[in-house]
């Protein structure tokens, strides 16, 4: 079921853009958002809003103040990172994105908040099906994008990542709890010392929510600076999971793969 921004709601804000991308949505609709600052973020960023900070140690309280106040839903939107140690409190936020993710939620939930997922509230983020840029996939990419799903699927059975690199049907890159920038950063070098005898851009960025992944939470994301970091590398182009991942600032993003001759395609798992 579609679902809509209560007219007041918390926005528990992560770190990049789509916290901004919410709050515009929200402000379109008419809601008012009191806005939870993780680590990384600064209050200042968001200077027309009520705003509170939030870790680990104080989570649970500020909801619990929230909810008296007669608050009821919350959505998470942007990027969230682990602390520099272990929690002893904690300790699934260590064992993969999944498990730290619902571990921090139970307590939220258990206050009686719905969790809307920014695909619910901001369904116009999602990728759909097809090719939005000028430059298209070749039989080779499709074969590698092919491949590529298949592998992310298995290694989200275990809660590893969400992101691969596969060229001619090679795995060249792996995304880990570091994140797909910094995979994309080992890639060209890659490439470089497998096919050294290529001089044209090969291969494929692929990504995909996991099987069974929270889409309240920890949906997907490419933006912009997925596209210039995938041309850097010598990529040919982005794939991704209609209906499972977001596209930032689309508009920009579409700009630059035509500048850079990429392509940006959204498939569907089956590959019918």
Not at 132 to 148: E, I, L
Not at 157 to 184: F, K, N, P, W, Y
């Amino acid at each position: 079921m579609p679902k809509t921004f209560h007219e007041e709601f918390v926005l528990i804000a992560g770190t990049g853009h789509l916290p901004n991308l919410v709050l515009e949505a929200a402000l379109s609709a008419g809601a008012t958002a009191t806005v939870l600052v993780l680590p990384g973020r600064n209050p200042d960023d968001f200077p027309d809003h009520r705003c509170l900070q939030i870790n680990l140690g104080n989570y649970r309280e500020v909801f619990c103040q929230l909810a008296q106040d007669g608050l009821q839903q919350a959505v998470l939107a942007g990027g969230v990172d682990r602390p520099s140690i272990p929690s002893e409190g904690i300790p699934e936020i260590w064992a993969g994105d999944d498990s730290a993710i619902r571990s921090l939620l139970a307590p939220i939930e258990t206050l009686g908040f719905e969790i809307a997922g920014v695909q619910d509230v901001v369904p116009e983020l999602l990728a759909s099906a097809g090719v939005v840029s000028r430059a298209t996939p070749n039989k080779v990419d499709m074969g590698d994008a092919a491949r590529a799903a298949g592998i992310v699927s298995a290694l989200g059975r275990v809660d590893v990542g969400q992101a691969v690199v596969v060229v001619h049907g090679i795995c060249v890159a792996v995304e880990s709890a570091t994140g797909t920038d910094c995979m994309l950063a080992t890639v060209g070098p890659a490439i470089e010392r497998l096919f050294p005898h290529s001089s044209e851009r090969v291969g494929l960025l692929y990504k995909a929510a996991k099987p069974g992944q929270d889409m309240r939470v920890d949906v997907p994301v490419v933006g912009p600076e997925t596209v210039r970091r995938v041309a850097r590398a010598g990529l040919r182009g982005i794939a991704v999971q209609s209906g499972g991942v977001m596209l930032l600032q689309r508009a920009e993003m579409i700009d630059l793969a035509d500048m850079h001759g990429l392509f940006i395609w959204g498939i569907r798992e089956e590959f019918d």
